[in-house]
C-alpha cells in the first residue's frame, strides 16, 4: 500500500494534469483579490516595514515583487514579506473545517515563484486553486484536534499549501513533489500563544517562504521523509490525536480528486468584511444590524451579550484589550467598537481607540458565552436597553459565500473599499479586471504592475 503522501501526491498531479474545476479556478481568482486587497492595506503594518527594511540589507536577486513596497527581491524573500502582509490586518480569507486562513500564504508564493517563471495567468489559477485545496484537506484530516493542541494552522497548514504551489508551477516529478512536502512538512510550525503579536502573520510569510524553498530544494535532489504525513512521526502523528486518513472514507476524501464526483473543499472558504479575527466577524455583523435595524446608540445600552462557539471564545479570548492588535482577538471589543461605531475597519483597531473611555465602559456591560450548538461563523448578539427592551440578533456568515459568483460578490466591494485611498480608481478597476480575466492572460505581468 502506498503511503498518505505518495498517494496525496498521485492523486493531485492527476488533477493537475487533468481537469481543474471551473468554479475551483474562479474561487482561487476571489481568493486572489482578497488576498491583494488585504496584502495592500496591510502595507500600513509596522511589522512590514520591520521585516522589509530588515531583508532588504541582504540586497537578494530582483526576482519577484514586494508588493506595494516599491522593490523586487529573491522569490522566498517577496513571499515571506508579501505573506505576513497579507495576514497583517487578520483580515484575509477563513476555512472553517481546516481551521486556517489558506490563501495568504499560497498567493504568496505562488505569485512569486510565477512572476518570476513568466507563467501565464491560468497557470498561476491553477496553482493557487491546487495548493489551496491541499492544505485545506490535510486541514479537515488533522483538526479539531490540530488547532486545539495550540497550532496556528496558516503557519502549519500554510507550508503544505505553498510547497505544492511552488511545486506544480516548477513542474516538480512526483517523487520530487514528495520531497518537497517532506522539507516543507518538517519546517510546519507557528503557535496560537503569538495571537494578538506581530508574530502571528510572520506564520503566513514563513509558510510561503518555506513552501518554496522546499520547492528550490527537492527540484535540485534534496531528500527528505518519504510520508511525512502519514509517518509514524509525521505531521499527522504528532501534530493531531488521530489523522483522519488513518479511516477508509477519509483517506477517500485526502486522495479523490475526479471532477464531479465530490465538491472541493476550498468552495468552503469565507471572506471576512471586518479586519479582525474571524472568532469576531459575525457577532460584529449581529451588533451592526441590531444597530442598523433600532437606530442604537451606545448611550441606550444598559447590557450586551455575545453568544459564539467553543472555538471563537477559545481564540478571541482577550477581555480587555490594551492596544488595537489585542483589541482583534477581544469579543467585548468586538460588540462595544461595532455598537459605538458602526464599522470595524483596519483604522478603526489602533492603541488609541482601544483606550476611549466610552469602549471601555461599553466593554463593562459586555458579557461574552458559549452558545448552544452555533458552528464556529455564527454568533447571537443580544442588548437590552436602557429602557426595557431586548434585543436579539442570529448571524451564520456561510450563508454569504455558497459559490463563487457569490464569494466575488463579497470579494470586489471589499477590495474597493480597503483600497480606496491606497491606489488609484483607475488602478482599483484595473486590478479587479486583471483578476477577473486571469485565465486569459498570457502573463501576470500587468496584474504585477498594479502591486509594485
Given at each position: 500500500?502506498?503511503?498518505?503522501?505518495?498517494?496525496?501526491?498521485?492523486?493531485?498531479?492527476?488533477?493537475?494534469?487533468?481537469?481543474?474545476?471551473?468554479?475551483?479556478?474562479?474561487?482561487?481568482?476571489?481568493?486572489?483579490?482578497?488576498?491583494?486587497?488585504?496584502?495592500?492595506?496591510?502595507?500600513?503594518?509596522?511589522?512590514?516595514?520591520?521585516?522589509?527594511?530588515?531583508?532588504?540589507?541582504?540586497?537578494?536577486?530582483?526576482?519577484?515583487?514586494?508588493?506595494?513596497?516599491?522593490?523586487?527581491?529573491?522569490?522566498?524573500?517577496?513571499?515571506?514579506?508579501?505573506?505576513?502582509?497579507?495576514?497583517?490586518?487578520?483580515?484575509?480569507?477563513?476555512?472553517?473545517?481546516?481551521?486556517?486562513?489558506?490563501?495568504?500564504?499560497?498567493?504568496?508564493?505562488?505569485?512569486?515563484?510565477?512572476?518570476?517563471?513568466?507563467?501565464?495567468?491560468?497557470?498561476?489559477?491553477?496553482?493557487?486553486?491546487?495548493?489551496?485545496?491541499?492544505?485545506?484537506?490535510?486541514?479537515?484530516?488533522?483538526?479539531?484536534?490540530?488547532?486545539?493542541?495550540?497550532?496556528?494552522?496558516?503557519?502549519?497548514?500554510?507550508?503544505?499549501?505553498?510547497?505544492?504551489?511552488?511545486?506544480?508551477?516548477?513542474?516538480?516529478?512526483?517523487?520530487?513533489?514528495?520531497?518537497?512536502?517532506?522539507?516543507?512538512?518538517?519546517?510546519?510550525?507557528?503557535?496560537?500563544?503569538?495571537?494578538?503579536?506581530?508574530?502571528?502573520?510572520?506564520?503566513?510569510?514563513?509558510?510561503?517562504?518555506?513552501?518554496?524553498?522546499?520547492?528550490?530544494?527537492?527540484?535540485?535532489?534534496?531528500?527528505?521523509?518519504?510520508?511525512?504525513?502519514?509517518?509514524?512521526?509525521?505531521?499527522?502523528?504528532v501534530s493531531s490525536d488521530d489523522p483522519a486518513w488513518n479511516k477508509p472514507a477519509w483517506r477517500f476524501a485526502l486522495t479523490d480528486w475526479s471532477v464531479g464526483s465530490r465538491p472541493w473543499s476550498m468552495y468552503g472558504i469565507l471572506y471576512k468584511t471586518h479586519a479582525s479575527s474571524f472568532c469576531t466577524q459575525a457577532l460584529i455583523e449581529a451588533v451592526?444590524?441590531?444597530?442598523?435595524?433600532?437606530?442604537?446608540?451606545?448611550?441606550?445600552?444598559?447590557?450586551?451579550?455575545?453568544?459564539?462557539?467553543?472555538?471563537?471564545?477559545?481564540?478571541?479570548?482577550?477581555?480587555?484589550?490594551?492596544?488595537?492588535?489585542?483589541?482583534?482577538?477581544?469579543?467585548?471589543?468586538?460588540?462595544?467598537?461595532?455598537?459605538?461605531?458602526?464599522?470595524?475597519?483596519?483604522?478603526?483597531?489602533?492603541?488609541?481607540?482601544?483606550?476611549?473611555?466610552?469602549?471601555?465602559?461599553?466593554?463593562?456591560?459586555?458579557?461574552?458565552?458559549?452558545?448552544?450548538?452555533?458552528?464556529?461563523?455564527?454568533?447571537?448578539?443580544?442588548?437590552?436597553?436602557?429602557?426595557?427592551?431586548?434585543?436579539?440578533?442570529?448571524?451564520?456568515?456561510?450563508?454569504?459565500?455558497?459559490?463563487?459568483?457569490?464569494?466575488?460578490?463579497?470579494?470586489?466591494?471589499?477590495?474597493?473599499?480597503?483600497?480606496?485611498?491606497?491606489?488609484?480608481?483607475?488602478?482599483?478597476?484595473?486590478?479587479?479586471?486583471?483578476?477577473?480575466?486571469?485565465?486569459?492572460?498570457?502573463?501576470?505581468?500587468?496584474?504585477?504592475?498594479?502591486?509594485?
Amino acid at each position: 500500500m502506498k503511503s498518505v503522501t505518495a498517494e496525496f501526491v498521485q492523486a493531485l498531479t492527476a488533477a493537475r494534469a487533468g481537469h481543474v474545476p471551473q468554479e475551483a479556478i474562479d474561487t482561487a481568482k476571489a481568493c486572489l483579490l482578497d488576498t491583494l486587497g488585504v496584502a495592500a492595506a496591510g502595507q500600513s503594518q509596522e511589522l512590514v516595514d520591520i521585516l522589509d527594511k530588515t531583508l532588504a540589507v541582504f540586497e537578494g536577486a530582483p526576482q519577484a515583487t514586494l508588493w506595494r513596497r516599491g522593490r523586487r527581491g529573491p522569490m522566498h524573500e517577496a513571499a515571506l514579506v508579501n505573506g505576513a502582509a497579507a495576514h497583517a490586518l487578520d483580515f484575509d480569507d477563513m476555512h472553517i473545517a481546516s481551521a486556517m486562513h489558506p490563501s495568504a500564504p499560497v498567493v504568496a508564493a505562488a505569485l512569486a515563484v510565477a512572476e518570476h517563471a513568466r507563467k501565464s495567468g491560468i497557470e498561476l489559477l491553477r496553482a493557487i486553486a491546487l495548493g489551496i485545496e491541499a492544505e485545506i484537506r490535510i486541514g479537515a484530516a488533522v483538526n479539531p484536534s490540530h488547532y486545539k493542541r495550540g497550532w496556528h494552522a496558516t503557519g502549519t497548514l500554510g507550508h503544505f499549501g505553498a510547497a505544492i504551489a511552488a511545486s506544480v508551477l516548477m513542474g516538480l516529478s512526483d517523487e520530487q513533489t514528495v520531497a518537497a512536502l517532506g522539507i516543507a512538512g518538517t519546517q510546519a510550525c507557528g503557535l496560537k500563544e503569538t495571537f494578538g503579536t506581530m508574530t502571528k502573520p510572520l506564520h503566513a510569510g514563513l509558510a510561503a517562504r518555506n513552501g518554496i524553498m522546499a520547492a528550490l530544494l527537492a527540484a535540485r535532489g534534496f531528500t527528505s521523509a518519504s510520508d511525512i504525513l502519514g509517518g509514524s512521526y509525521g505531521f499527522g502523528a504528532v501534530s493531531s490525536d488521530d489523522p483522519a486518513w488513518n479511516k477508509p472514507a477519509w483517506r477517500f476524501a485526502l486522495t479523490d480528486w475526479s471532477v464531479g464526483s465530490r465538491p472541493w473543499s476550498m468552495y468552503g472558504i469565507l471572506y471576512k468584511t471586518h479586519a479582525s479575527s474571524f472568532c469576531t466577524q459575525a457577532l460584529i455583523e449581529a451588533v451592526l444590524a441590531l444597530r442598523a435595524q433600532h437606530g442604537l446608540r451606545a448611550d441606550q445600552v444598559h447590557s450586551m451579550r455575545g453568544e459564539v462557539s467553543r472555538n471563537s471564545i477559545e481564540n478571541a479570548r482577550i477581555a480587555e484589550p490594551n492596544t488595537g492588535m489585542e483589541a482583534k482577538f477581544s469579543l467585548p471589543h468586538a460588540m462595544a467598537q461595532a455598537l459605538a461605531y458602526g464599522q470595524a475597519r483596519a483604522e478603526d483597531f489602533t492603541d488609541a481607540r482601544v483606550r476611549e473611555p466610552g469602549l471601555r465602559s461599553l466593554r463593562a456591560l459586555t458579557a461574552i458565552s458559549e452558545g448552544s450548538g452555533l458552528a464556529w461563523p455564527e454568533a447571537i448578539a443580544t442588548i437590552h436597553t436602557a429602557s426595557g427592551q431586548t434585543l436579539r440578533q442570529h448571524v451564520d456568515l456561510r450563508q454569504r459565500s455558497a459559490t463563487a459568483k457569490d464569494k466575488w460578490a463579497v470579494v470586489e466591494p471589499k477590495f474597493m473599499s480597503i483600497t480606496a485611498g491606497l491606489l488609484k480608481p483607475d488602478a482599483q478597476s484595473g486590478m479587479v479586471q486583471a483578476v477577473q480575466t486571469l485565465d486569459e492572460a498570457s502573463s501576470i505581468e500587468q496584474l504585477m504592475k498594479y502591486m509594485a
